[in-house]
């Protein structure tokens, strides 16, 4: 009768659109009192030993460089060095966007920023160039979501976060299936756009954007080498993501003075303020199930339902698609990933393997209606209908499913690095 109520009381709030963090905050809440002990300052204590933990450092470090280097001039030297590597070749200013979303990921970790900052660049760049708005609108949104798999990734650090996986090894796991997908959005512009005009490489152009962006492409190189070298681990390499960005930004470039500093750091903070509330219910509801041995009895139904590791494969992959289209990602790991992650383990896969091939599913919800969250920003950043955008985004969601096959069908794409 318990859980009952309390699927009642969850459908009505979905059913009257209050925040995830309301309705995660009544589910905790519930579950404590009905089967916990009754008093709720356990729930507080619990939720303040989740927060406290090093691990979780990364997360607003992260943020923090994103936002400062989106405010920046680093992301045009990034777009500048691509368009003049490959611009020439057919469907070049295609490929350059893809590129720059995923080298621009590769310092942000961030799908949203991602979009606005190569977006607000390359969107009017790609309509004179004479590609179609529907691909070039498509494609932006599509090649932005590799934000959340290209490490640094605060998605993959959250996933690790909650089922104590290694944040490096899911660092080191999500380079294959970024480049992947990568792969395929490349391939699908160079084929879609043979037939418009290019001009030709540039040793003169191609140096000068070199020399213009080197200190924002070493950015990458430093970060991940740095911890797949083992120099620092990578809690220590977001605080040197905000200090390079900082240093660049603020004494190379000069682009960000110390207003700008102010404002990008006031909208951190307030996504922050946004995030860390629901990310505790969440951990403090995992702790409470952990210690109630949930997980353990749901690895036994589950595998009573699932005989076959296809089979759940099968069934896990349509689940999350499905959460996709309905929950930010980020809500979906703290609720999903501690429920599905063990019973994927008892299926045989590894776990890191696991986190990879559900962010990559997930990272599909960022084009799918109704709560797409790229087609909602792409809305407002470039002034389109929503319809329109969802239309545009159809060619590269069927791309993502089928780079989404290859990563859960093959684990060596994920783990070959971690040999």
């Not at 916990?36 to 939720?47: A, E, F, K, S, T």
């Amino acid at each position: 009768m318990s859980s009952l109520v309390l699927v009642g009381i969850v459908l009505a709030l979905l059913a009257l659109r209050q925040y995830i963090v309301i309705v995660l905050g009544v589910v905790v809440v519930y579950v404590y009192m009905v089967w916990g002990d009754g008093r709720i300052d356990n729930l507080v204590i619990d939720g303040w030993d989740a927060l406290n933990q090093d691990v979780l450092l990364p997360i607003p470090l992260y943020m923090l460089a994103g936002a400062v280097m989106a405010e920046g001039a680093i992301a045009d030297r990034l777009i500048r060095v691509m368009r003049a590597v490959v611009g020439p070749i057919p469907g070049g200013l295609a490929v350059a966007t893809c590129l720059s979303c995923g080298l621009f990921a590769a310092i942000v970790g961030s799908s949203t920023v991602t979009l606005l900052a190569v977006g607000s660049i390359m969107y009017p760049a790609l309509q004179a160039a004479g590609y179609s708005k529907s691909f070039s609108l498509g494609l932006i949104c599509a090649g932005s979501t590799l934000g959340i798999i290209i490490p640094p990734s605060i998605p993959l650090i959250l996933y690790g976060v909650m089922t104590a996986t290694s944040i490096s090894d899911l660092f080191l796991a999500g380079i294959g299936p970024g480049l992947l997908l990568l792969g395929l959005f490349g391939g699908y512009s160079v084929a879609m756009n043979w037939r418009l005009r290019t001009g030709s490489w540039s040793v003169r152009e191609l140096g000068a954007a070199l020399g213009d962006g080197i200190w924002a492409i070493l950015m990458p190189v430093i970060i991940l080498g740095g911890i797949y070298s083992g120099v620092f681990t990578a809690t220590e390499s977001a605080a040197i993501a905000v200090v390079y960005a900082l240093f660049v930004e603020l004494v190379i470039y000069r682009k960000l003075d110390l207003r700008g500093l102010l404002r990008v750091t006031g909208e951190t903070t307030r996504l922050l303020g946004a995030l860390f509330p629901v990310l505790m219910m969440a951990l403090a509801l995992n702790k409470f199930l952990t210690f109630e041995q949930v997980p353990g009895q749901m690895v036994e139904l589950l595998e009573q339902v699932f005989d076959t590791k296809i089979g759940f494969l099968l069934a896990t992959n349509a689940l999350l698609i499905v959460v996709g289209c309905l929950m930010d990602i980020g809500s979906a790991i703290l609720i999903l990933a501690p429920i599905l992650q063990p019973v994927a383990e008892a299926q045989g896969m590894d776990p890191v393997h696991f986190g990879i091939m559900m962010t990559v599913n997930l990272e599909i919800g960022y084009l799918t209606p109704p709560l797409g969250l790229n087609i909602i920003v792409a809305m407002s950043a470039f002034r389109e209908n929503f319809w329109f955008i969802c239309r545009a985004v159809l060619p590269f969601i069927g791309l993502m499913v089928v780079g989404l096959a290859v990563v859960a069908a093959w684990p060596p794409l994920s783990l070959f690095l971690l040999k």
